[in-house]
Nanobody
């Protein structure tokens, strides 16, 4: 059994910064891709940023230059540093990961519970 737990959401004024963290726990042997998605009511969940096991990153156009994704391989965590936040960044942010557990059990598309980010204008 594996799980992802996010932290760091909250209320911030436009132009401000927030840092989201996501910790993976359980019987983990290896973590492949990790990423952050976000969702607002009535819309589909969308990719914000992702980072592969080798460190390659990919960002949504809307956040390029403002958000930075990073991983701590020893701690099994992924962080999202968000700067120059805009009201349109308001959403529930979800951590996502593909993991391999003991016995080569693969856990694909594991989701965290989500953390709310609210950016006021």
């Amino acid at each position: 059994q594996v799980q992802l737990v996010e932290s760091g959401g909250g209320l911030v004024q436009a132009g401000g910064s927030l840092r989201l963290s996501c910790a993976a726990s359980g019987s983990i042997v290896r973590i492949n891709n990790m990423g952050w998605y976000r969702q607002v009511p009535g819309k589909q969940r969308e990719l914000v940023a992702e980072i592969a096991s080798a460190g390659m990153t990919n960002y949504a156009d809307s956040v390029k230059g403002r958000f930075t994704i990073s991983r701590d391989y020893a701690q099994n965590t992924v962080c999202l540093q968000m700067s120059s936040l805009k009201p349109e960044d308001t959403a529930v942010y979800y951590c996502n990961a593909d993991l391999v557990g003991i016995g080569a059990v693969r856990y694909l598309g594991v989701w965290g519970q989500g953390t709310l980010v609210t950016v006021s204008s």
